[in-house]
């Protein structure tokens, strides 16, 4: 079965949506501000031009991986090792697009590039609490749009902030204002663990994430994402299938 495109055109009720998504990503902004100003200050303090800072923000968009990119071109490493390295850190936008896949899958070609170029992990967050409460395929884009514009312009400014004014306070990263996206993805993950199947998800990652934190360009990071998503799957699929594992178990002894 097909389902019809959503139109773009606009109304009151997509209007509505499109506020109330950007109003429930306000928390996220706030986390993300500090982040914005301490890309913005190094990218000052650092061997590229200012546009290009700006630039990268209006394009990549991905805090973390510009983060890496950034020090990986301080550090004059090869463009073959930054392609790399942040293509791995951002795989997980891979994950976070197999979960909404369902909920936009009747969404036109225009609306599901514009709602993936918007995609963050804060954009992740907001958006599936609110569709994972809705049948796949009833919601239209304007919530998304709402929240992830809102992100992006935010994003927008606070590394023009940094630009601008970080040069002005040359010790602003080692003030500790990261913090504040650490409790960001804090703030992201809890609500999330309301099964079993996702507290060991979740353990499991954060404890591989931390022993493997040594291996090169963050392959420790994408394989402790693996290791969780299996748990995670396998948790699942024994939930949905009780008698299957139980069979599985005697058959075994």
Same mark, same amino acid.
Not at 16 to 31: H, L, Q, S, T, Y
Not at 56 to 66: E, I, N, P, R, W
Not at 91 to 115: F, G, N
């Given at each position: ?21 950007? !109003? ?22 650092? +061997? ?24 990986? #071109? ?19 936008? =891979?994950? *976070? ?6 909920? =936009?899958? &009747? ?6 590039? %514009? ?16 569709? !994972? &409460? ?12 709402? %929240? ?7 994003? /927008?400014?606070?590394?023009? %902030? ?7 306070? +040359?010790?602003? /990263? ?8 650490? %409790?960001?993805?804090?703030? #992201? ?7 079993? !199947? *996702? #507290? ?12 493997? /934190? ?38 075994? /002894?």
């Amino acid at each position: 079965m097909t389902h019809p495109t959503t139109s773009l055109s606009s109304g009151p009720g997509h209007l509505k949506e499109f506020i109330a998504g950007a !109003r429930d990503i306000i928390p996220m902004m706030v986390g993300a501000a500090p982040f914005g100003v301490i890309f913005g200050t190094l990218v000052a303090s650092g +061997p590229l031009h200012l546009w290009h800072g700006q630039l990268m923000s209006l394009v990549v968009f991905a805090g973390s991986a510009q983060f890496i990119a950034l020090g990986l #071109i301080a550090g004059h490493a090869s463009f073959a090792v930054i392609w790399a390295t942040t293509l791995v850190v951002n795989l997980r936008h =891979v994950l *976070y697009s197999a979960t909404l896949a369902p909920h =936009v899958a &009747h969404l036109s070609a225009r609306w599901r590039w %514009a709602l993936g170029a918007l995609l963050t992990d804060e954009v992740f967050a907001v958006a599936w609490e609110h569709y !994972r &409460h809705r049948e796949p395929g009833t919601v239209g884009p304007h919530y998304f749009f709402g %929240a992830g514009l809102a992100m992006y312009l935010n994003w /927008q400014i606070w590394t023009i %902030a940094g630009l601008l004014f970080g040069a002005a306070f +040359p010790g602003l /990263q080692s003030l500790g204002l990261d913090f504040a996206m650490v %409790a960001t993805f804090i703030a #992201i993950v809890v609500p999330q663990l309301v099964a079993l !199947r *996702y #507290i060991a998800a979740a353990a499991t990652a954060g404890t591989l994430a931390f022993f493997w /934190q040594a291996w090169p360009y963050k392959l420790g990071l994408l394989g402790a994402v693996f290791a969780g998503v299996a748990i995670g799957v396998l948790l699942s699929n024994s939930r949905s299938n009780p008698r299957g594992a139980r069979k599985t178990a005697e058959a075994s /002894q």
